[in-house]
């Protein structure tokens, strides 16, 4: 990653860059995002490598390797242009909520009637950070179980901190409360996640982060992507106890790069055992990714993708320190569930 | 008040039978006993159970140390609501 100055400076270069071609009418700043992210696509080997590995490696058949070539240079340019969209958050989120369809609505709206708040399973995928923020702007408290990613990446310099907080200052702001992050030694998240929707908001939950070291003991295997993945169940648990209807919520870009539509399904059945009523929601997400492969983040993150079992475990290493623009997905909300991080 | 969240605890969320019997000394976070999830199933018990309300400011691992803090904690917030349910 090189030393930590130049990383920075890098991060603000490009951070930078996103907020102008923010201001510029969305078809040209989409664009000149793609032309940006077909440049690193071309420039950035190693990265490129990795991905289109790991596709192989997850997808395996589904995917030749010219079409796997294919997903990751859209990779890149999602990821570019999620660096845009958080850009676009200004002014109430108004010049991105022009570009964002938001669908379901209405199973949202009868979700909240029921006034136990609505659980939005997610994951990785797609714009969700900015989506959601969109979606609290358009009249549903939205509240985010979520760790930020600069709080915990080691080896981050306070002015790295710095920047990261700031460059997500945006997201953060369109939220209703500020993230319940969970924490090994915060054993209250789950119930500051019930204050929220009793409260009669929108809890989103990224349902495909790998598990902490403290709770893999509680991750449930399940149908993922052709294999068997160890996720957290945590989502539907909360939905059990506090009888909250569990909906998935996923962003898709459209083909033209500027407009997205955030797709919000009818309630997904928790009753029953975890475990099975787990599986649905997993089943939802593996859809979705395998519908649009390159809108998940993950492809880039060897790591998280061994710890949640799809692919052999890799060399020793420790995580690198986030970067923007080809990373621009490292921007999120780094592992997004862990909700019963153990205490 | 102590037996019937010794109860609730070791009947509902002890995973691990070598935990039981329950004092009301053990500690419930360093055991595993409470996660997040299982904290949160002993709030919607004992908010159902004793008729309160626990809010952010509540949400302290002190409290929830163990059985006995529980208690202290429950009767320290409200000793006549305590009392009346109790007795």
Avoid at chain 1, 146 to 155: C, L, Q
Avoid at chain 1, 169 to 188: A, F, T, Y
Avoid at chain 2, 58 to 79: E, G, K, M
Wanted: proline fraction near 6%; aromatic fraction near 6%; charge should be positive.
């Amino acid at each position: 990653m090189g030393d930590p100055a130049s990383g920075l400076l890098r991060n603000v270069e490009r951070a930078a860059f996103s907020a102008a071609l923010a201001r510029l009418p969305a078809a040209l700043g989409y664009r000149i995002a793609c032309w940006r992210a077909d440049s690193l696509f071309l420039r950035q080997d190693s990265k490129r490598t990795e991905i289109a590995r790991n596709l192989q490696l997850v997808l395996g058949n589904e995917l030749s390797p010219a079409a796997a070539q294919q997903v990751t240079r859209d990779w890149f340019r999602l990821a570019s242009c999620e660096a845009v969209d958080v850009k676009r958050l200004r002014h109430k989120t108004r010049p991105l909520r022009r570009l964002v369809e938001i669908r379901g609505r209405e199973h949202l709206e009868a979700a909240l009637a029921a006034g136990k708040g609505a659980i939005l399973c997610t994951g990785h995928f797609g714009s969700h950070s900015s989506g959601f923020s969109v979606l609290h702007a358009s009249g549903f408290p939205v509240t985010t179980i979520g760790r930020w990613h600069y709080k915990y990446t080691a080896g981050l310099s306070s002015a790295e901190r710095r920047f990261w907080d700031l460059y997500l200052r945006p997201v953060r702001r369109h939220r209703q409360r500020p993230n319940i992050e969970p924490w090994p030694g915060r054993p209250q998240v789950a119930v500051l996640a019930a204050a929220a929707l009793r409260a009669n908001e929108v809890v989103t939950i990224a349902i495909d982060a790998p598990p902490l070291d403290s709770d893999r003991a509680r991750a449930v295997q399940v149908p993922f992507l052709g294999h068997r993945a160890g996720l957290l169940p945590g989502a539907v648990t909360l939905a059990q106890v506090t009888g909250a209807p569990l909906l998935m919520g996923f962003v898709y870009r459209a083909a033209d790069y500027r407009h997205q539509v955030l797709e919000i399904s009818a309630p997904v059945p928790a009753q029953g055992e975890t475990a099975t009523a787990f599986e649905r929601c997993a089943a939802e997400m593996s859809a979705a990714i395998s519908r649009s492969p390159a809108h998940w983040e993950f492809w880039a993150n060897t790591d998280d993708l061994a710890v949640l079992g799809l692919i052999p475990p890799q060399r020793d290493g420790s995580p690198d320190a986030p970067a923007l623009q080809s990373d621009g997905r490292s921007l999120h909300n780094g592992s997004t569930d862990s909700i019963s991080a153990r205490g | 008040m102590e037996t019937v969240i010794n109860d609730y605890i070791s009947r509902e969320l002890v995973q691990d039978p070598a935990l039981l019997p329950l004092t009301d000394e053990t500690s419930l976070l360093d055991s595993g006993i409470l996660d997040s999830l299982s904290l949160l199933r002993l709030v919607v018990f004992l908010e159902g159970r004793f008729g309160i309300t626990m809010g952010d400011a509540d949400l302290l691992p002190q409290n929830f140390a163990s059985v006995n803090t529980i208690c202290t904690y429950l009767r320290a917030r409200d000793p006549g609501k305590q009392q009346a349910s109790h007795g």
